[in-house]
């Protein structure tokens, strides 16, 4: 069974910093790229961050640009997301989730996310 | 980047009610159109792939159409675990973005 769990959200002063893990099993992850996506409460969906599966390609969204970083270490079947520089309009659930195997690039698993609050 | 325009943004509707949303890109995406699903409190889930492809284990009832700027996600008879909030999602090219969303209501 494909599972995604993160963890590493927490309360956090603005200007702080948090570092996000999502652990996968259930699946060969070092051949999917992973997404992070946040919800800020009672809104949509925003996508933050795409790693492919060996790290050597990656893409921010600009409101993150220079802030967060996507990481991955495959050998311990884990996603990260540096967050640095920490802003009120950060604080969101979290969510990693992998990308499809085929062309259409769509997010088939997602894990159950983690919440972020960033506030003095 | 490219725009994502659902509607409408909420609807009502009864167990049995066929169900139509639409979703309009700001250019053309071709066919690399996802829907998903989410329940309160719940992560989304992938409904629709490329989109009019299924994913595994959704049932038959949700179906997908549409190419270049214009998409439909359609309910044909809704059920009482189909209400939920509903993401129309472009994956044509990078920043990926997300409709506002469409709440599906009793």
């Known amino acids: 069974e494909v599972q995604l769990v993160e963890s590493g959200g927490g309360l956090v002063q603005p200007g702080g910093s948090l570092r996000l893990s999502c652990v996968a099993s259930g699946f060969t992850f070092s051949t999917y790229w992973m997404h992070w996506v946040r919800q800020l409460p009672g809104k949509g969906l925003v996508w933050v961050s795409r790693?492919?599966?060996?790290?050597?390609?990656?893409s921010y969204a600009d409101s993150v640009k220079g802030r967060f970083t996507i990481s991955r270490d495959n050998a311990r079947n884990t996603l990260y997301l540096q967050m640095n520089s920490l802003r009120a309009e950060d604080t969101a659930v979290y969510y990693c989730?992998?990308?499809?195997?085929?062309?259409?690039?769509?997010?088939?698993?997602w894990g159950q996310g983690t919440l972020v609050t960033v506030s003095s | 980047d490219i725009q994502m325009t659902q509607s409408p943004s909420s609807l009502s509707a009864s167990v049995g009610d066929r169900v139509t949303i639409t979703c309009r890109a700001s250019?053309?995406?071709?066919?690399?159109l996802n829907w998903y699903q989410q329940k309160p409190g719940k992560a989304p889930e992938l409904l629709i792939y490329a989109a009019s492809t299924l994913q595994s284990g959704v049932p038959s009832r949700f179906s997908g159409s549409g190419s270049g700027t214009d998409f439909t996600l359609t309910i044909s008879s809704l059920q009482p675990e189909d209400f939920a909030t509903y993401y129309c999602q472009q994956s044509n090219s990078p920043p990926w973005t997300f409709g506002q969303g469409t709440k599906v209501e009793i």
């Open positions: 790693i492919n599966s060996d790290g050597t390609s990656i």
């Open positions: 250019q053309s995406i071709s066919s690399y």
């Open positions: 989730a992998r990308v499809i195997i085929g062309g259409s690039r769509s997010m088939d698993y």
